[in-house]
């Protein structure tokens, strides 16, 4: 049985702090932890989760993309356990959008991130897979991927005035 994971909030120490290599990904616990975590983002209403914002320090992350109040425009994706990744290329052309996380509610920050990232990973079935990723998909896995090396979206800032509310996002957002 799935169980809801407490999420960590900003000044959570371990949201500072990398993570280590998943070494078996067939052990038990871990994977129990990868459908707990499936349950937490999909219970949150969120598009991503990494281990640290659940109190894990293995690197792993849930990429979960669909439309909703807060990402209206978000593509559907299935949710896909993303293990051990590395991001082999970031490309030069960047774009600045709006994120926000489930560590640091209510709060949206407006970040610069590479349109496209080359990447590699470990499925949940170990499979190794390298791909190209673009736009929103490339947004999502850069900011899980911060959180395995204890970086917020807030250390992506370009300035403090790069920081709205919830509400006036929504505000935003809605008009």
């Not at 999909?42 to 909703?68: C, E, H, R, T």
């Not at 709060?107 to 791909?131: A, C, F, L, P």
């Amino acid at each position: 049985m799935a169980n809801i994971l407490p999420i960590a909030h900003l000044g959570a120490p371990i949201l500072r702090e990398r993570t280590t290599e998943v070494e078996n990904i067939t052990d038990v616990d871990f994977l129990n932890l990868i459908r707990d975590m499936m349950t937490t983002v999909k219970d949150a209403n969120g598009l991503g989760i990494a281990g640290p914002q659940v109190y894990s320090s293995l690197g792993v992350f849930i990429m979960a993309s669909k439309p909703s109040k807060r990402y209206p425009n978000a593509p559907k994706t299935e949710p896909l356990a993303i293990i051990n990744p590395t991001i082999l290329n970031y490309s030069k052309d960047k774009e600045k959008d709006w994120e926000g996380c489930l560590s640091i509610p209510g709060i949206r920050g407006h970040v610069n991130r590479s349109k496209s990232i080359e990447v590699t990973y470990t499925t949940q079935q170990g499979e190794t897979v390298t791909k190209t990723l673009e736009g929103f998909i490339a947004r999502i896995f850069q900011h899980e991927y911060d959180h395995l090396n204890g970086t917020v979206f807030l250390d992506r800032l370009d300035s403090n005035k790069d920081i709205i509310s919830e509400k006036e996002y929504q505000r935003i957002v809605t008009t």
